[in-house]
Every structure is written in structure tokens, then in C-alpha cells.
């Protein structure tokens, strides 16, 4: 930039090296002195600070001083090629903008624009099918229908019916189709039919959707996805209430890179320190993109209890579910878990109570603690403690050790003296 320019852009990277985001004071005082030095000198300054960077709390620091500033956008990378932008409030060369969040791709130039939602020849049909409802036979479930409902006996079936659907309702099952022709058919109706459709997907027979399938069918284009502890008669209420409804959940992402995110890691049970924080890495990162919801959970044991001793790799059921142990502490990464489950999932990990093994717990519930978390494992100076053994018991401080007893046979004395067995 040459001196006395005027009302250029001066772009400043790695602002957070050399503004103080991680002190509440020190982040005002320095974010006040530039936009006053920006004033003098009629500069417009972009400061971009990597919000991996900073942890949570320089983060709700940033946000909370940004009121100094003449904007403050939050970008993140959320696939491959696409982005969202989310603005706090921005004011620029045009009108001022208020808090809003856009999803920004590449255009055939290489230049990032922003993704338009809907064809406007999608868009403009007229829905004359609103009170329409298509449904399988399997999500009843043996109830009785309303009689404006139009049943069929299976998937192809309904999606060769509802091609050319407008507002109608389209209700799924998961009891008769597989995991893949299911998203397909989802997929499939979202991208025909635009917006206005109603896609749900009823939990059927024995088929229970894990948290990463189901929010891989949101993410495809179903509007909502019905538990099977839900009662028929109010899964019809459901229905009726969302009539009105526009699905908002659009994401541009390809279909099989929704897959590939939706899928949990392919290893099970404990890894060592530096391939645990690797796979658990790339874990998070692939399934942040159709926010899948998973939680690490950090234990400190209770004295005489080395990390390793509290885990049994065995007990490691689901896909997906790691641990692992430095000389600290021992980590848990459940995959697809939300905070609320970590209870129940910590019962079926240890065969005796947490409280009894652990001095603390850390619950990591986001990707952006999770990463940070793992980048302290990282750092550890010996993250090597040795493997724990295969079916090996949780030990606990406060209970006696469990020895294996054997049955020895009974014997006493006749009335010679000699012993025999009972």
C-alpha cells in the first residue's frame, strides 16, 4: 500500500498473535486503539484472527468486544469447497447488515459466491397437494390412517408416487429398508420436490436409528424423524401441525459426502495416545459437517488407580467408541453421543460406578473443545503408558480386590481316622 493512500483495505492475518483476546481488558483497550488509528489515517482494516487458535473463552472475549468494531464474521470451512459465513452485524460500503449466516461456494472461476437455495421454477409450483399425505404401510405400525392418506406397500413404491409432489406430506419408515436406499429415497425427494415437501421418517420394528444416521436423513432433507416411544395419534398431530412447514435445513454438500461424514471411525476399543488423537481428529472434523454431536470425556483417576487400569477395551461394544490413556488421564471419545447419553454410555464402559474410580470428570460435548482437548494430548511429554490388557476389570480404590475362588471338595474323618470326601 503506498503512503497517503486513502480508504484502502489493510488485511492484518494472525491477529490473535499480537491482540490480547485471551484478556477481556487487554482485547478492548487494543481493538479501540486500532479503530481509532484506522479513523485517523481513513483506513479500512480486516483483522483475521484462526479461531483454532483461541479457546472458548478468547473466543466469547472476541465476540464481546467486537461492539468496537464496525463487524465482526465468523467463517468456517464446513465440506469440501463450502463455507458458512455468519455475521454478528457488518457494516461496509453498503447497507448495514444485521446478524446473518450464508453458505459460500466456489464458482467455476474459483471465486466464492453465495449459494442460491432453489430454482425459482421450483419454487413457484402451486401446492395444491398442502393436506396430501404419502405414507408405507410399515410406519402404521397396524394403526389406522386418516382417510386422506395414501398408503403404499413399500419405498419404490411411495417415491414413484410422490415424484412430483409440491407441500404434501411424506412419511417413511425405517423397519423396511436399508440404512443407504432410505437416505437415497430421502436424498432423491428433497432434490425433486424443493423445499415445501414434508419428509418424516418413522422408527419402525426393531430398527432404531443411531444419532449419526439419524441427523445424516436431516442433513439429506427429512423435516423430522419420529421416535418409535411416539404414539401413532401423536405422530398424526405432528404431522397435521407441520403442514405449513418449509424445510430450512438445506445443506450443498454432495449426498455421499454426507455419508462419508455420517460414518463413525472404523476402529473400536483402545488405541494408543498419538492414533487415538489422529483418528478422533479426522473423526470430528468429517462429522462436523453435518453436525453430528459427539462428546470426549476425560478422567482423573482416584488414588492407587493408574489411568490404564481404568479401562477395558473389551466392554467397547460400539463402532466408533475409543480410549485411550496418557500418565494423567484416561480418555474416552464416544462417537454420535450427545451430553445428555454420556451417563448411560459410561455405565455400559465401566462394570463399576465412575465416582468410585475417578477423582474428576471433563465432558468435552463440542468439536471445538474436543480438538483442544486432543492437542493437550498431544503435547504431553511421555503420552506412551503401557496398553491395557483385554478383558481387564476396572480396579477401584475403595473396594477390595476380586479374587477367582475355587471349590475344593469336602472331606472328613470315619471312625478309623481315615479321611474321605463328602
Given at each position: 500500500?503506498?503512503?497517503?493512500?486513502?480508504?484502502?483495505?489493510?488485511?492484518l492475518?494472525?491477529?490473535?498473535?499480537?491482540?490480547?483476546?485471551?484478556?477481556?481488558?487487554?482485547?478492548?483497550?487494543?481493538?479501540?486503539a486500532?479503530?481509532?488509528?484506522?479513523?485517523?489515517?481513513?483506513?479500512?482494516?480486516?483483522?483475521?484472527?484462526?479461531?483454532?487458535?483461541?479457546?472458548?473463552?478468547?473466543?466469547?472475549?472476541?465476540?464481546?468486544?467486537?461492539?468496537?468494531?464496525?463487524?465482526?464474521?465468523?467463517?468456517?470451512?464446513?465440506?469440501?469447497?463450502?463455507?458458512s459465513?455468519?455475521?454478528?452485524?457488518?457494516?461496509?460500503a453498503?447497507?448495514?447488515?444485521?446478524?446473518?449466516?450464508?453458505?459460500?461456494?466456489?464458482?467455476?472461476?474459483?471465486?466464492?459466491r453465495?449459494?442460491?437455495?432453489?430454482?425459482?421454477?421450483?419454487?413457484?409450483?402451486?401446492?395444491?397437494?398442502?393436506?396430501?399425505?404419502?405414507?408405507?404401510?410399515s410406519?402404521?405400525?397396524g394403526?389406522?390412517?386418516?382417510?386422506?392418506?395414501?398408503l403404499?406397500?413399500?419405498?419404490?413404491?411411495?417415491?414413484?408416487?410422490?415424484?412430483?409432489?409440491?407441500?404434501?406430506?411424506?412419511?417413511?419408515?425405517t423397519?423396511?429398508?436399508?440404512?443407504?436406499?432410505?437416505?437415497?429415497?430421502v436424498?432423491?425427494?428433497?432434490?425433486?420436490?424443493?423445499?415445501?415437501?414434508k419428509?418424516?421418517?418413522?422408527?419402525?420394528?426393531?430398527?432404531?436409528?443411531?444419532?449419526?444416521?439419524?441427523?445424516?436423513?436431516?442433513?439429506?432433507?427429512?423435516?423430522?424423524?419420529?421416535?418409535?416411544?411416539?404414539?401413532?395419534?401423536?405422530?398424526?398431530?405432528?404431522?397435521?401441525?407441520?403442514?405449513?412447514?418449509?424445510?430450512?435445513?438445506?445443506?450443498?454438500?454432495?449426498?455421499?459426502?454426507?455419508?462419508?461424514?455420517?460414518?463413525p471411525?472404523?476402529?473400536?476399543?483402545?488405541?494408543p495416545?498419538?492414533?487415538?488423537?489422529?483418528?478422533?481428529?479426522?473423526?470430528?472434523?468429517?462429522?462436523?459437517?453435518?453436525?453430528?454431536?459427539?462428546?470426549l470425556?476425560?478422567?482423573?483417576?482416584?488414588?492407587?488407580?493408574?489411568?490404564?487400569?481404568?479401562?477395558?477395551?473389551?466392554?467397547f461394544?460400539?463402532?466408533?467408541?475409543?480410549?485411550?490413556?496418557?500418565?494423567?488421564?484416561?480418555?474416552?471419545?464416544?462417537?454420535?453421543?450427545?451430553?445428555?447419553?454420556?451417563?448411560a454410555a459410561?455405565?455400559?464402559?465401566?462394570?463399576?460406578?465412575?465416582?468410585?474410580?475417578a477423582?474428576?470428570?471433563?465432558?468435552?460435548?463440542?468439536?471445538?473443545?474436543?480438538?483442544?482437548?486432543l492437542?493437550?494430548?498431544?503435547?504431553?511429554?511421555?503420552?506412551?503408558?503401557?496398553?491395557?490388557?483385554?478383558?481387564?476389570?476396572?480396579a477401584?480404590?475403595?473396594?477390595?480386590?476380586?479374587?477367582?475362588?475355587?471349590?475344593?471338595?469336602?472331606?472328613?474323618?470315619?471312625?478309623?481316622?481315615?479321611?474321605?470326601?463328602?
Open positions: 500500500m503506498r503512503r497517503g493512500d486513502e480508504n484502502e483495505l489493510l488485511v492475518g494472525n491477529a490473535e498473535k499480537y491482540l490480547g483476546f485471551d484478556r477481556p481488558d487487554a482485547a478492548s483497550r487494543e481493538l479501540r486500532a479503530t481509532q488509528w484506522a479513523e485517523e489515517k481513513r483506513r479500512c482494516v480486516l483483522l483475521l484472527a484462526n479461531r483454532q487458535r483461541l479457546d472458548m473463552a478468547a473466543q466469547a472475549i472476541l465476540a464481546k468486544s467486537a461492539n468496537l468494531c464496525a463487524g465482526l464474521a465468523l467463517a468456517q470451512k464446513i465440506g469440501t469447497g463450502v463455507y459465513w455468519q455475521t454478528e452485524h457488518w457494516m461496509g453498503g447497507a448495514a447488515a444485521e446478524a446473518q449466516t450464508h453458505v459460500l461456494g466456489h464458482d467455476v472461476s474459483g471465486a466464492l453465495l449459494l442460491r437455495e432453489e430454482p425459482d421454477a421450483l419454487a413457484a409450483r402451486p401446492a395444491l397437494d398442502l393436506f396430501l399425505v404419502h405414507a408405507t404401510r410406519s402404521l405400525d394403526n389406522t390412517p386418516p382417510p386422506q392418506w395414501q403404499y406397500d413399500d419405498l419404490p413404491a411411495l417415491t414413484a408416487a410422490a415424484g412430483g409432489a409440491v407441500a404434501a406430506t411424506v412419511l417413511l419408515d423397519g423396511t429398508s436399508q440404512r443407504e436406499t432410505l437416505a437415497d429415497a436424498s432423491g425427494l428433497r432434490r425433486q420436490c424443493g423445499s415445501r415437501l419428509i418424516l421418517v418413522r422408527e419402525s420394528g426393531n430398527r432404531r436409528l443411531r444419532r449419526n444416521e439419524e441427523q445424516l436423513l436431516l442433513q439429506l432433507g427429512a423435516n423430522l424423524v419420529l421416535p418409535a416411544e411416539l404414539r401413532f395419534a401423536s405422530a398424526v398431530s405432528l404431522i397435521h401441525a407441520l403442514q405449513p412447514a418449509v424445510y430450512q435445513r438445506r445443506n450443498h454438500l454432495e449426498p455421499q459426502i454426507l455419508r462419508n461424514a455420517s460414518l471411525p472404523t476402529d473400536r476399543g483402545y488405541l495416545p498419538a492414533r487415538f488423537a489422529e483418528m478422533v481428529r479426522k473423526t470430528v472434523q468429517r462429522s462436523g459437517a453435518i453436525q453430528i454431536s459427539s462428546t470425556v476425560i478422567l482423573s483417576p482416584a488414588g492407587g488407580i493408574r489411568p490404564w487400569e481404568m479401562l477395558a477395551p473389551d466392554r461394544r460400539r463402532t466408533g467408541d475409543l480410549c485411550t490413556a496418557d500418565t494423567l488421564q484416561a480418555y474416552l471419545f464416544l462417537f454420535a453421543c450427545g451430553e445428555a447419553d454420556v451417563p459410561l455405565r455400559n464402559q465401566f462394570s463399576l460406578p465412575v465416582t468410585d474410580l477423582d474428576s470428570e471433563t465432558r468435552c460435548p463440542d468439536n471445538a473443545s474436543i480438538l483442544q482437548a492437542t493437550r494430548l498431544e503435547n504431553q511429554p511421555d503420552p506412551s503408558p503401557p496398553r491395557p490388557r483385554d478383558g481387564a476389570r476396572a477401584s480404590a475403595k473396594g477390595p480386590a476380586h479374587v477367582a475362588l475355587r471349590r475344593l471338595p469336602l472331606r472328613r474323618r470315619d471312625k478309623d481316622g481315615e479321611t474321605i470326601d463328602v
